[in-house]
């Protein structure tokens, strides 16, 4: 590996063309790696920046398969991929990190939980249920009340596949699922840790994150948390705990809820680089994206120091966008200092879709948030015949 990228002839599979793959292949091309990307979509994101972008579904078998084996090592930015194909390609030699298996385990929330509580990990109370008359019946027998939040363990995603139950009147979800207590919640924060093959690991700054109560979207970030010394040490050891007991190298985002109690709960967690860490592009010493490229290569781990206070926002469509995108106000948001602009160049806005995002880095928290929000406030994700 470490002989291929020296040459530079090294090439890195990224399956899955979003913003976080656009974003990886542009670290990536920095050291010289030829980059090839699969999705199905032929305007994804990292189409443009990718040296070879090749068609496919990353559920179907052959698709992943025949992807892999064009490459020297398979990396990912989104977790509904297909596993066999992954498992297979890892039987014959192809590199993949994170493993296949670490994928199968995060794939399926109720692995996650059972995989916290054979770790002692801390997470909210659950069960299992495998469809809703199985719900039904708990409520009836009085096993379960009333409030209580359901997830289906697979393919959820931004807060799709998590419903909040309060009474008889809410929808269930259909199928698999898992039911969790109800948090409390005071915070919520997410920490991302790297390691490599040589087990060395390193965490990211803590962030916390506001989320829209409607779109269920992260609205705003900011690093770092406002949380305690204390806080931050049970977050970063709950990290390291996590991310050995997989034996995992790559990127690890873990998101957390901290009770009103002060009592600190694992959420989720993903393998990969994370909307979370958007920030560190500019506000941190080493990117997610340059650590997860050290971290896959089994190079040595960046510095994770924070550089300013920052805060990122997601840049979303307005809610009732749809059509070709139109950023109305771009010039607007860079006429105030220290914003910077992502674009991902998705074609199409609808409804609340992640469109880029702004970063702001500030001498204090409180003047990113209010130059962020004065960004926010000017640059407008609309559809072209809206303008
Ligand atoms: P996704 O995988 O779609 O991101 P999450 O599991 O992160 O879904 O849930 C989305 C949001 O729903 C969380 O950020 C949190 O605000 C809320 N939520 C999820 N689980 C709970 C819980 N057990 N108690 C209270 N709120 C929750």
Same mark, same amino acid.
């Given at each position: ?14 399956? @899955? ?41 990353? $559920?179907? !078998? ?12 398979? $990396? ?61 019946? @708990? ?8 409030? !209580? ?67 269920? &979207?992260?609205?705003?970030? !900011? ?32 998101? !957390? ?7 600190? &709960? ?43 206070? $920052? ?5 979303? %469509? ?10 109305? %106000? ?28 702004? $970063?702001? &880095? ?26």
């Amino acid at each position: 590996m470490i002989e291929k990228l020296s040459k530079a002839t090294l090439k890195l599979g990224v399956i @899955a063309g979003g913003q976080l793959g656009k974003m990886l292949i542009q670290e990536a091309s920095k050291w010289g790696i030829s980059t090839y990307v699969l999705d199905p979509d032929n305007s994804c994101p990292a189409r443009d920046v990718s040296s070879v972008y090749i068609q496919g579904d990353y $559920t179907d !078998f052959d698709a992943v398969y025949e992807f892999g084996k064009q490459v020297d090592i398979l $990396t990912y930015e989104i977790e509904n991929i297909n596993i066999e194909a992954l498992r297979q390609l890892k039987s014959e030699g192809i590199k993949i990190e994170p493993d296949p298996d670490v994928l199968a385990l995060i794939q399926d929330k109720g692995y996650q939980k059972t995989f916290y509580e054979d770790k002692d990990i801390p997470t909210s109370a659950f069960s299992f249920y495998e469809n809703t008359e199985q719900i039904h019946e @708990a409520i009836d027998s009085g096993a379960l009340q009333y409030p !209580f939040v359901q997830k289906v363990r697979k393919g959820g995603y931004d807060g799709q596949g998590v419903a909040l139950i309060h009474s008889v009147e809410s929808s269930l979800l259909e199928g698999d699922s898992i039911v969790e207590s109800l948090v409390d919640i005071d915070k919520e924060i997410a920490v991302t840790i790297a390691r490599n093959a040589d087990g060395d690991s390193r965490c990211f700054p803590a962030v916390e994150m506001r989320f829209n109560p409607q779109s269920n &979207l992260v609205e705003d970030l !900011f690093c770092p948390a406002d949380i305690s010394k204390d806080m931050t040490k049970k977050a970063e050891s709950i990290a390291v705990q996590i991310i050995e007991g997989l034996d995992m190298i790559g990127l690890l985002a873990i998101e !957390f809820f901290i009770d009103k109690a002060g009592n600190i &709960l694992v959420n989720e967690i993903a393998p990969r680089p994370h909307n979370s860490g958007h920030h560190t592009i500019e506000s941190v010493v080493t990117s997610q994206l340059e650590q997860q490229l050290r971290a896959i290569f089994n190079l040595p781990l960046g510095s994770t120091k924070l550089k300013m206070p $920052t805060v990122m926002l997601n840049l979303l %469509g307005d809610p009732d966008a749809e059509g070709e995108v139109y950023y109305d %106000g771009f010039e607007k948001a860079l006429e105030i200092e220290g914003v910077k602009i992502h674009i991902y160049g998705k074609k199409i806005v609808r409804p609340h879709r992640k469109m880029g995002h702004i $970063t702001v &880095l500030a001498d204090s928290i409180e003047e990113a948030l209010s130059k962020a929000k004065k960004a926010k406030s000017s640059i407008k994700v609309i559809a072209c015949h809206k303008k």
